[in-house]
């Protein structure tokens, strides 16, 4: 049996926080100290709770007024405990879980135990991921990086009526920073020791007229070691010719032995337009280029029935983070390309871009919002599924699959007077996923006759999936006095 648990161990493993070294360089400098100072010398003033702002209705409410289960962690949090990934969020929520597969969509995210199965291929998670107001259904999102936010949003518990139809266990909402009405620039460097993974991350941000600024921010990081030793030794791999049954070996080397070895840079461009008090146009645009040795590094086996791995007795099975994953023999791969996209060394190179555009018309009376989105990447991968490194072992299975996704939002929602309130919006979506997976198995055959690239391959899975939605909703909120407030509201999805 074999265990799954990227999750938990490499983003905990991650976080030793305590043994990262952070520089840190900002334009803003310390000339305010001095007032803070004199502030010690008075008597103390009485505090008062900070308002916490969230959007879990799709309007700004203070989080005390809604009722919604809902945890918000600001990007002050965010910075002080260097969480830039979904993976790193959920390792300091107990009832968020994410387990990150290799195949099908990539990721199981889960809040309060209901999640979708990551080997699924085109369903979409139980659990939305929402990014500027637009919805990202496939589970290949925890490859982003997720850095210079404003704010993070937990909705636990259906939030169909306002996030659609895949929001059955809740939603996670990121709300990434805007420029502001002043000069801003931030750079930072960190290390940590356990992985040898040294990173950095720049911001630049300001106004470049009196009715529009701009924000630039860049991250950067390249794990020099890993959480997991791949063990593996140097083997081969023997194929039989189904013409000639002539038996031919082919040599592979030893695999990296520190993995995942994670390389990431992500870029965000954001530019705010406002020419007036009742109306504002945000557009951004954010890239992001994720590279792993070893698709497959977050599997050990923890239990086998005879003590020992059947396929290669005297293999580990416990819970040592070491595991045995064989490279594909370079003389195979060279025949795929997928297989030798790195010469046969087990991989995982994820590539994305995103545009979004939000606009927003105000007037005493009624708001309207447009969210345009769109997304786009493409994910590529090879991953050894037998666990050990036994010769002739390997059961070798590789991906590339091509994801799609543009989606408009408009809503409006009135702003009167009057206990009685409305609000309506309208949804469109349109996806497609293109998905190639390409497997060998144990005892390989070799087909000459096969098409180019097919010979060596046992196995290969294609299909195509396309998704149109359209959806209607609406809420009405009455305002019943300062204490109570009642809603009721209803979605039509098609």
């Not at 809902?70 to 405990?81: C, K, N, W």
């Not at 040294?198 to 959480?227: K, W």
Request: charged fraction near 15%; hydrophobic fraction near 40%.
């Amino acid at each position: 049996m074999t265990r799954n648990t990227g999750a938990q161990r490499t983003r905990l493993g991650s976080i030793g926080r305590a043994q990262a070294l952070l520089l840190s360089a900002s334009t803003v400098a310390f000339l305010a100290a001095s007032p803070a100072v004199a502030l010690a010398d008075e008597a103390p003033a009485a505090t008062a709770l900070e308002e916490i702002i969230v959007t879990a209705r799709k309007r700004d409410e203070n989080i005390q007024n809604i009722p919604v289960a809902v945890t918000a962690i600001s990007g002050e949090q965010l910075d002080h405990f260097a969480l830039r990934s979904i993976e790193e969020i959920a390792a300091t929520m107990p009832q968020l879980s994410v387990t990150r597969g290799s195949s099908g969509s990539g990721a199981t995210i889960s809040l309060r135990g209901i999640g979708s199965s990551f080997t699924s291929i085109g369903i979409e998670q139980s659990v939305a991921v929402n990014v500027d107001g637009v919805y990202y259904g496939q589970g290949r999102i925890i490859n982003e990086g997720f850095f210079d936010m404003k704010q993070v949003e937990v909705l636990k518990g259906p939030q169909a009526l306002f996030f659609g139809k895949n929001a059955t266990a809740g939603v996670l909402s990121f709300t990434s920073a805007n420029p502001g009405s002043e000069f801003e620039a931030l750079g930072r460097l960190s290390y940590e020791f356990n992985s040898k993974t040294p990173a950095i991350e720049a911001m630049v941000s300001g106004p470049i007229t009196d009715t529009f600024g701009m924000r630039l921010a860049v991250r950067a990081s390249n794990m020099q070691g890993g959480y997991v030793e791949n063990l593996a030794p140097a083997t081969s791999l023997t194929t039989l010719n189904v013409n000639t049954f002539a038996a031919t070996p082919h040599a592979s080397p030893a695999p990296q032995k520190d993995i995942p070895g994670e390389r990431d840079i992500v870029a965000r461009l954001t530019a705010q337009w406002i020419p007036s008090e009742q109306f504002s146009l945000t557009l951004k645009a954010a890239v992001d280029r994720y590279r792993v040795t070893d698709a497959t590094w977050n599997n050990e086996m923890v239990s086998c029935p005879k003590g020992t791995a059947q396929v290669q007795p005297g293999a580990a099975c416990d819970k040592n983070w070491k595991i045995q994953q064989n490279d594909v023999p370079a003389d195979i791969a060279a025949t795929n390309s997928l297989l030798g996209r790195h010469g046969g060394e087990l991989y995982q190179d994820y590539d994305s871009y995103s545009l979004t555009g939000i606009a927003d018309y105000n007037t005493d009376a009624v708001s309207l919002t447009a969210v345009t989105g769109f997304h786009h990447f493409v994910n590529y991968f090879l991953g050894d599924y037998d666990f050990t490194g036994a010769a002739n072992g390997g059961t070798w299975g590789s991906e590339r699959s091509e994801y799609r996704a543009f989606s408009e939002e408009i809503r409006a929602q009135t702003q009167l007077d009057s206990p009685l309130n409305f609000m309506v919006g309208v949804y469109y979506q349109n996806t497609k996923l293109n998905f190639d997976q390409q497997i060998i198995f144990p005892g390989a055959l070799e087909d000459p006759t096969a098409p180019a690239g097919l010979r060596y391959i046992t196995l290969r899975k294609l299909s195509q999936t396309d998704g149109t939605t359209f959806a209607g909703f609406g809420q009405a909120i009455w305002k019943i006095n300062d204490a109570w407030e009642l809603t009721v509201g209803a979605r039509y999805t098609h």
